[in-house]
Protein backbone atom coordinates (compact mmCIF):
# COMPACT_ATOMS: atom_id res chain seq x y z
CA UNK A 1 0.00 0.00 0.00
CA UNK A 2 1.28 3.21 -0.89
CA UNK A 3 0.26 6.87 0.78
CA UNK A 4 -0.03 9.89 -1.12
CA UNK A 5 -1.48 13.45 -0.49
CA UNK A 6 -4.04 14.89 -2.54
CA UNK A 7 -5.99 18.19 -2.54
CA UNK A 8 -9.44 18.54 -3.34
CA UNK A 9 -12.16 21.48 -3.61
CA UNK A 10 -14.17 22.21 -0.64
CA UNK A 11 -17.36 20.83 -2.61
CA UNK A 12 -15.37 17.49 -3.48
CA UNK A 13 -14.35 16.91 0.29
CA UNK A 14 -17.83 17.45 2.11
CA UNK A 15 -18.78 14.97 -0.79
CA UNK A 16 -16.39 12.55 -0.32
CA UNK A 17 -16.12 13.17 4.20
CA UNK A 18 -20.12 12.75 4.09
CA UNK A 19 -20.56 9.74 2.18
CA UNK A 20 -17.24 8.12 3.84
CA UNK A 21 -19.07 9.04 7.69
CA UNK A 22 -22.20 7.73 6.40
CA UNK A 23 -20.51 4.71 5.31
CA UNK A 24 -18.14 4.06 8.60
CA UNK A 25 -15.34 4.53 6.47
CA UNK A 26 -12.28 6.66 5.90
CA UNK A 27 -12.11 8.60 3.02
CA UNK A 28 -8.71 7.06 1.88
CA UNK A 29 -10.73 4.06 1.62
CA UNK A 30 -13.83 5.39 0.07
CA UNK A 31 -11.20 7.12 -2.69
CA UNK A 32 -9.40 3.92 -3.66
CA UNK A 33 -12.68 1.71 -3.73
CA UNK A 34 -13.94 4.10 -5.99
CA UNK A 35 -10.94 4.89 -7.95
CA UNK A 36 -10.28 0.97 -8.13
CA UNK A 37 -13.91 0.09 -9.51
CA UNK A 38 -13.91 3.21 -11.80
CA UNK A 39 -12.60 4.16 -14.77
CA UNK A 40 -9.13 4.21 -13.35
CA UNK A 41 -8.08 0.91 -15.47
CA UNK A 42 -10.15 2.06 -18.19
CA UNK A 43 -8.38 5.60 -18.62
CA UNK A 44 -5.28 4.59 -18.22
CA UNK A 45 -5.33 1.99 -20.80
CA UNK A 46 -6.39 4.34 -22.89
CA UNK A 47 -4.07 7.23 -22.17
CA UNK A 48 -1.47 4.42 -22.84
CA UNK A 49 -2.47 3.73 -26.46
CA UNK A 50 -2.73 7.74 -27.04
CA UNK A 51 1.04 8.06 -26.14
CA UNK A 52 2.20 5.07 -28.19
CA UNK A 53 0.78 6.69 -31.17
CA UNK A 54 1.72 10.27 -30.03
CA UNK A 55 5.14 9.19 -28.81
CA UNK A 56 4.92 11.90 -25.59
CA UNK A 57 3.73 12.23 -22.68
CA UNK A 58 1.63 15.52 -21.12
CA UNK A 59 3.45 18.23 -18.67
CA UNK A 60 2.28 17.72 -15.05
CA UNK A 61 -0.50 20.39 -14.16
CA UNK A 62 -2.37 20.79 -11.22
CA UNK A 63 -6.26 21.22 -10.90
CA UNK A 64 -6.31 25.38 -10.92
CA UNK A 65 -6.53 28.16 -13.20
CA UNK A 66 -6.50 27.22 -16.76
CA UNK A 67 -5.24 24.14 -16.32
CA UNK A 68 -8.49 22.85 -15.21
CA UNK A 69 -10.31 23.00 -18.31
CA UNK A 70 -7.46 21.13 -20.13
CA UNK A 71 -7.27 17.97 -17.66
CA UNK A 72 -10.99 17.63 -17.59
CA UNK A 73 -10.84 18.49 -21.75
CA UNK A 74 -8.19 15.40 -21.49
CA UNK A 75 -10.09 13.67 -18.86
CA UNK A 76 -13.21 14.09 -21.64
CA UNK A 77 -11.43 12.33 -24.79
CA UNK A 78 -10.33 9.73 -22.65
CA UNK A 79 -13.55 9.23 -21.34
CA UNK A 80 -15.44 9.16 -24.78
CA UNK A 81 -14.92 6.73 -27.34
CA UNK A 82 -14.34 9.67 -29.75
CA UNK A 83 -12.50 6.19 -31.95
CA UNK A 84 -15.17 3.94 -31.68
CA UNK A 85 -14.43 0.49 -32.00
CA UNK A 86 -10.78 0.88 -31.58
CA UNK A 87 -11.37 1.97 -28.14
CA UNK A 88 -13.83 -0.44 -27.27
CA UNK A 89 -11.36 -3.06 -28.81
CA UNK A 90 -9.11 -1.88 -25.77
CA UNK A 91 -11.15 -2.18 -23.23
CA UNK A 92 -12.04 -5.93 -24.48
CA UNK A 93 -8.22 -6.77 -23.70
Known sequence: MQRTTISLSDDTYRDVSDLADGLGCSRSALIEVI???GLLK???ARLAYAQSIQGHTAPVKR???GSIRDIEEQIGQLETNYQGELWDALDQR
Open 63 to 65: YRG
Open 42 to 44: HLK
Open 35 to 37: LAR
